[in-house]
RNA sequence: GGGAGUAUAGCUCAGUUGGUUAGAGCACUUGCCUUACAAGCAAGGGGUCGUAGGUUCGAGUCCUACUGUUCCCACCA
């Protein structure tokens, strides 16, 4: 029997403790049953989870659940990426500290307790939502394991010379003082001028005009270039022009990557403005000219503007440039222009050593594989596609900072030898060990480590592995890859997504996984994305599910179509307590009459009953659909609107047939309530998977005899869906509904009782059937019904009542 | 500049392959304590489906153009 009320406080803990204890959510490896294998992106511990996290989440956690109960063995890992730029600054802003002046091993202690600390909270986090990962599973990208991976993954690759590294124009953050990714870059719309410059030609009075948003490259010219179609300027190529302020000379080449329309149809080249520079750099073998140190900061190169910063040597120089007369006007601009997506810094361009992982040469092959995958909503694939048709530069792996994997990597001091580690050391530090062997070219013995980090990315990217045990258990591996089901939002398709193919496919010859559901996002109120810089993130997850419980939050989570932002909204929360409270409710009334009730033969059924689960089977049928597309949302919506239907208008027209009627009358009702109330709480226990146990447990369990709802599965109805049965049951339905129409109308209570209901529809026939079940849903003393065209619903009268 | 999504009731959104009078929830109005639920039930008001064309017997749905809006990519001369 169930409780009066439905108290989710204590309930949901008792519950959660539950399924953990019982495993409940457990892969079983030794089991035949069919798979379905997760790869979730572990959250980055970068600060609080928002709302928009779990969220997303808790949409692709509704999918494993379906699965579940669809039969499959399921293997639903959870991880955490903890290592990494996002991490450090986690760490410095909360410490008040930074890494650089700090011992690399003090900074990494810090780390790890910071670390510690935030998954301990993520996991409750996840738990107190009811997600039902398998936390056996659980991963940490800093871990040992993993570290091992992310190394091995690295061996590999170098085995097969698809890493290298190299001297070449890399994006540096002058803030975070390191290289990053093309990935990693955002842009942002600013503000500045165009600055129109008098470069004289040698030996002449005459002058080329040049526009350029950055005149503090100036000293970094190498050349300057017009485009060869270029009538008007072909005079000029082979000449050369002054470099004003500094006033050294250079030529003029052209090359049609010039645009004639653009600015003033001739460019400065400097090492480096930007992209086409470093183009231009490598085409042309163009001396480099270091205008700008790791700090951003002017160097020596410069001359009296050294140790400025950029934007105020810029100023300067325009400023110079003014007063000796060669800026010739200033003209605003708005443009677009990188930044780094960590710390909002404008971008600058450094040549530098680093690793890098080869990208650019198989673009082919990267769209291939994307068109191997399932996307949904397909429309998203579009956005993997562009990038990598997009792709200007290999993926730079190697970060200037601490804490993060290692590469297991040395130098040979003597003769400048990369010894990569043996697999066998792995995962090794090569601060603190040295390599197996000698250098394999010179012999020596004297090593310098890497002291790079890889990039977040590197390590992330290896979740399919990690979780397949490549490397560790071959068989295993062989077994799972590709996974099944991948899903992330949209924001970290050309990160997460792409790099993930990308490595996937070079240690493994596949793509990672089958199919990809992409969420979107949680926008706040207004419409605008939420953000930690913003700070509009008006609900804390942790609130929202103490407040409302988790039912009630999973419910919120099921907003809106596959891939589409959604807004917060209060009011869904509120439809959900309702949704959570009614399927407790009918659970209640109808257990009433099925207590005791051992589901067997098939009785003979009575018109209703066999509606309502003919009915029951079409919406099963969409709901499936909607879940193979993984639109969560809109498979709620037909479980939800049906669901009410149920209670409002089918539980209405039986109730009373359950309480009075004979013992074959109450059998087919009986029969009809338990096998769609059976199935309707296994749907329902995908969202609201509290309340669904609390009733299974202490209804259905007796009859069923799995140990959770969760392990139950899915069962077709008897009846299938028939579109001309489920449209004369409607027919019953607003029989019902014209006469309580009447009934508020008239301003009397709905249980007034009736002398006589004069029904003429084209469904005679079969209302004539239920005719019974009308009477006691109208409270109506005797139903006359006949055919006609159209329905037609009549009270000839009602019993006055004495009291 | 290239691409994608989206535009339906005051708000948040459904509307499957084109098929009668366009739906739900919230909000609003009115009535009802009905042997589950007042966190409930019932009834109701409210929309020329972004604009303009086109295809069709028939268009919210398909096609074209335009407009608004959001996002992705490119554009730092």
Known sequence: MLEKKYDFKTREKYWQDFWQEKGTYKFDPQSNKPIFSVDTPPPTVSGKIHIGHIFSYCQAEFVTRFKRLQGYNVFYPMGFDDNGLPTELLVEKERGVKAYNLSREDFRKMCMETVEKYEEDYKKLFISVGNSADWSLFYHTVSPECQRTSQMSF?????????????????????????IAQSELESEEKETTFNYIKFYIENSDEYVEIATTRPEFLCACDCVFVNPKDEKRANLVGKRVRVPLYNYYVPVLADDKVELDKGTGVVM????????????????KLELKVAIDDYGRMTKLAGKYEGMKTKEARAEIIEDLKNQGLLIKQEPLTHQVFVHERCKNEMEIKLKKQWFIKTLENKQKWLELGDQIKWNPSFMKSRYTD?????MMDWCISRQKYFGVPFPVWYCKDCGEIIVADESQLPVNPLVTNPLHSCPKCGGNNFEPEK??????????????????????????????????????HDIIRTWDFYTIVKNYYHTDTIPWQNVMITGFVMAGNGEKISKSKNNAKADPANVIANNSADVFRYW??????????????DKLK????????????????????????????????????????????????FFDYFEKYEIGLAMNELESFFWNFCDNYIELVKVRLYNADEDAKNSAKYAMYGVMLELLKMFSIYIPHVTEEIYQNTFKDTVHTESINNTQ????????????????????????????????????????????????????????????????????????????????????VVESNQ
Not at 387 to 391: A, R, S, T
């Open 155 to 179: 061996l590999d690759l170098y085995k097969k010379d698809k890493v290298y590294y190299a001297e070449a124009p890399a994006l540096w953050c002058t803030k975070c003082q390191t290289a």
């Open 269 to 284: 080249c400097c090492t480096f403005g930007d992209q086409t520079d470093t183009q231009w750099f490598k085409k042309y």
């Open 387 to 391: 990038w990598v048709e997009n792709l």
């Open 452 to 489: 790079d980090i890889m990039d977040t990315w590197a390590t992330s990217s290896v979740t399919p592995l990690v979780n397949t045990k490549w490397k560790t258990d071959d068989e295993f591996c062989k077994k799972m890859l590709p996974m099944t089901f991948r899903t992330n939002a």
């Open 557 to 570: 989570a099921t907003t809106g179509s596959l891939g589409r932002d959604s807004i917060f909204n209060e």
């Open 575 to 622: 439809t959900g307590a309702k949704l959570v409270n009614k399927v407790y409710n009918a659970s209640k009334f109808v257990w009433q009459f099925l207590e005791g009730y051992k589901p067997g033969e098939v009785p003979t059924l009575k018109p209703i009953d066999r509606w309502i689960i003919s009915k029951f089977s079409q919406m099963q049928a969409r």
């Open 714 to 797: 899915f069962a077709t109805l008897t009846i299938s869906p028939d579109k001309d049965l489920i449209r004369k049951g409607e027919e019953a339905c607003n029989v019902v509904s014209q006469v309580r129409g009447y009934k508020t109308d008239n301003k009397v209570s709905l249980k007034t009782e009736l002398t006589t209901l004069k029904v003429t529809s084209p469904y005679d026939e079969f209302l004539n059937l239920c005719a019974d079940d009308i009477k006691d849903a109208t409270n109506a003393r005797e139903v006359v019904i006949s055919h006609g065209e159209n329905l037609s619903v009549e009270v000839l009268g």
